[in-house]
């Protein structure tokens, strides 16, 4: 039994069905530039940000900006 398990979850854009990119995106966060890894549907150009990403860095980022 030589059988890869891929234990990446694939995500699929809902439009396109095509599988996502993962790509770096520059993200601007107080004085500095942060590059977050985010999938990226290669036909439409749509961002997905993952469940971690959404409920930590991106909301950090929202509220820091909401602050100013
Ligand atoms: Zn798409």
């Known amino acids: 039994m030589n059988e890869q ?3 990446t979850t694939v995500w699929m854009c809902d439009k396109c069905q095509k ?3 993962s790509q ?3 993200v601007r ?3 500095g530039n942060f590059e977050v890894e985010l999938l990226k ?3 439409c150009n749509m961002v997905f940000i993952g469940e971690d ?3 930590g860095k991106i909301l950090e980022v929202e509220k ?3 602050d100013k």
């Open 41 to 43: 549907c290669p036909e």
């Open 64 to 66: 820091s900006l909401e």
């Open 29 to 31: 966060y107080l004085e």
């Open 24 to 26: 770096k995106v520059k």
């Open 19 to 21: 599988a996502l990119m």
């Open 5 to 7: 398990t891929n234990t």
């Open 53 to 55: 990403l959404a409920l």
